[in-house]
């Protein structure tokens, strides 16, 4: 019997790392198919986002990190979560830098949580709040 629950354990622990696998390719496959800034978005110079990690209300403020894209970045604007036993989450602002890009604005902000995993059972949810500031070309 108590094999049997640690067998299982093990085979849900393997289909679960399968699955981290499959999805850091996905992102690796991403981040290669996206065009560069400069194809996808000749007009942008710069992107620079400043990215503030939330932790708990004692401790509200984790971390405060700028992250700066330029023309030859790929436009995937994938910000990473710093939850140590975050599974595979991040922050993907590429739909807002894109909508943001469309309405020719130069700043935005917003909130977001964290879309990973925080162990099998679990999910990540950490929370950031963020301010892209944008630079076009004259
Ligand atoms: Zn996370």
């Not at 007009?43 to 700028?66: D, E, W």
């Not at 879309?115 to 709040?129: D, E, F, N, V």
Request: aromatic letters at 8%; charged letters at 25%.
């Amino acid at each position: 019997m108590v094999e049997m629950v640690g067998k299982e354990k093990m085979a849900r622990r393997q289909n679960y790392v399968k699955q981290k696998h499959a999805k850091e390719l996905e992102r690796t496959e991403s981040r290669l198919v996206a065009a560069l800034v400069s194809e996808q978005f000749p007009k942008v110079s710069g992107i620079s986002i400043r990215v503030v990690y939330h932790g708990s209300p004692s401790n509200p403020v984790l971390m405060v990190r700028t992250v700066n894209f330029f023309s030859s970045s790929h436009a995937y604007f994938h910000i990473q979560c710093i939850k140590k036993d975050c599974d595979n989450g991040g922050f993907d602002l590429t739909q807002e830098i894109m909508k943001l890009i469309r309405n020719k604005k130069k700043s935005g902000k917003g909130k977001m949580v964290c879309c990973g995993g925080g162990g099998p059972l679990t999910s990540c949810q950490a929370p950031i709040s963020y301010e892209i500031a944008l630079r076009y070309h004259k």
